[in-house]
């Protein structure tokens, strides 16, 4: 049996709907034109006398209508590896403490720190300090490396935030959640400009 023939669990029938980018005029209620529009790449922003509205065919709700009072301000913000991006101040943190750890056990040794005395019957001791020495050394190069590596990839993830063209234009509305349209950074760039100059006094 094909892998196709065998239905999805829960679904009796289904139609899909092939779905075409709309224009920002078919969106718009009768008698609210458009005061400009700017592309984006996918989507389209539109700005009236009254609202703000995006379109982005992979966000969900994809159009998204917001009155002009709501948005406090539109910020072209970066968004590539803005996921890594809320690790990095702690991998920084694990750097830094892993290193200092690490030079720090490799500059004290057990065997300065425990004075073996010379007598008979001490053999044993002095093998547990040599091995605690060891093992100091091996994880303070453990510690060291990690924290090496660990520092290189932060340092990795802020430059590709730094010099990713993935953008978002981003619509602030105070403490609500923003309304964000992700786009290139040229595009993102004319678009916000065509926003200024059509609410410039």
Request: overall charge negative; some cysteine.
């Amino acid at each position: 049996m094909s892998q196709r023939s065998v239905p999805t669990p829960g679904i009796i029938n289904r139609i899909d709907i092939d779905r075409e980018d709309p224009e920002p005029a078919d969106c718009l209620p009768a008698g609210e034109p458009p005061i400009t529009t700017a592309t984006l790449a996918p989507g389209w922003v539109a700005l009236t006398d009254l609202a703000f509205l995006s379109y982005h065919p992979d966000r969900d709700p994809a159009l998204v209508r917001t009155p002009r009072q709501n948005v406090t301000g539109i910020t072209l913000r970066r968004s590539g590896g803005r996921g890594l991006l809320r690790y990095a101040p702690g991998a920084l943190l694990y750097a830094l403490i892993a290193l200092g750890s690490g030079v720090l056990l490799l500059m004290i040794s057990p065997t300065d720190l425990i004075a073996v005395p010379d007598a008979p019957g001490v053999g044993g001791l002095e093998t547990i300090v040599q091995t605690l020495g060891w093992a100091s050394r091996l994880l303070g190069i453990v510690l060291v490396f990690s924290g090496i590596l660990v520092g290189l990839g932060v340092a990795a993830i802020v430059g590709y935030w730094f010099a990713s063209s993935e953008v978002a234009l981003v619509f602030e509305r105070g403490t609500a959640d923003p309304i964000e349209c992700p786009t290139d950074r040229h595009t993102g760039t004319r678009a916000i400009s065509t926003l200024r100059d059509a609410l410039s006094p």
